[in-house]
């Protein structure tokens, strides 16, 4: 992505991206210089270069009457984004209970393909909530892959998301059971009796079941405390019967 449009992600118009890019690079300017280099006019430069100080990416110091100024570095973006990311955590939980106030309907949300559906393991360690899952071992791996199961599963333990996991019987799932403990799981060995073909995830108030078509696999996310506890209700009583 072109440097510019990401700093526009951060909320700044693309002019006052290009004239903070320009005085970045070529270190100090005038006003003239930022005008001459962007070809904005000087009067918007002016209106710019005052509202990217009030920002604290610019500043400036005279010199002969004239204003020079120069950029701040480029970590004040990020330091930007934190400040938004905390404002925003601090009204999480009003917008949630916008969002989940009595009488709302379920939010269902459809995911087409490996790399849409890895999306809601993303969701797993941001909701930072315990996990129940079911899951064909061998086919989640094929799926998604080793790498990226391994990458969740230390995401997932460095956070400190304990998960319970029911799978088949396998060479592949026993080894797995045996390094539970170092990755805050606890695996169980569904009855050979019952086969499954899908996986079943449970996390908070959010269901993600996937199907593991290999042309083209798909999930669907609900997200309701109904649907949430009546699952776990299932899985709790698959685990009973379960070694």
């Excluded at 934190?82 to 269902?108: F, T, W, Y």
């Excluded at 460095?158 to 998960?163: A, D, T």
């Excluded at 403990?181 to 073909?197: A, G, L, N």
Aim: proline residues 4%; glycine residues 2%.
């Amino acid at each position: 992505m072109h440097i510019q449009k990401v700093i526009e992600q951060f909320g700044y118009k693309p002019n006052e991206a290009r004239a903070y890019l320009t005085v970045l690079y070529k270190g100090e300017c005038t006003i003239a210089d930022i005008a001459d280099e962007t070809t904005i006019p000087r009067t918007s430069v002016k209106v710019i270069v005052d509202a990217l100080h009030k920002d604290g990416l610019l500043n400036y110091y005279v010199k002969k009457r004239y204003k020079y100024w120069t950029a701040e570095s480029p970590e004040k973006l990020l330091a930007r984004l934190r400040e938004r990311e905390m404002a925003l955590r601090s009204v999480l939980p009003d917008l949630n209970a916008l969002r989940h106030q009595s009488g709302a309907k379920p939010i269902v949300k459809i995911y087409s393909g490996t790399e849409e559906i890895k999306l809601i393991f993303e969701d797993m360690i941001a909701t930072k909530h315990n996990i129940l899952a079911i899951s064909p071992w061998e086919d989640w791996i094929k799926m998604l892959g080793e790498n990226f199961v391994n990458d969740f599963t230390e995401q997932r333990a460095s956070h400190f998301l304990r998960i319970k996991l029911l799978v088949g019987r396998s060479a592949n799932s026993s080894n797995l059971k045996s390094h539970d403990e170092k990755v805050q799981r606890e695996t169980r060995f569904i009855p050979e009796r019952i086969k499954i073909s899908s996986a079943t995830f449970v996390y908070s108030n959010k269901t993600a079941i996937i199907s593991l078509n290999k042309k083209l696999p798909t999930a669907v996310l609900i997200e309701d405390p109904d649907v949430a506890h009546t699952m776990t209700v299932f899985f709790d009583e698959l685990w009973e019967i379960s070694s």
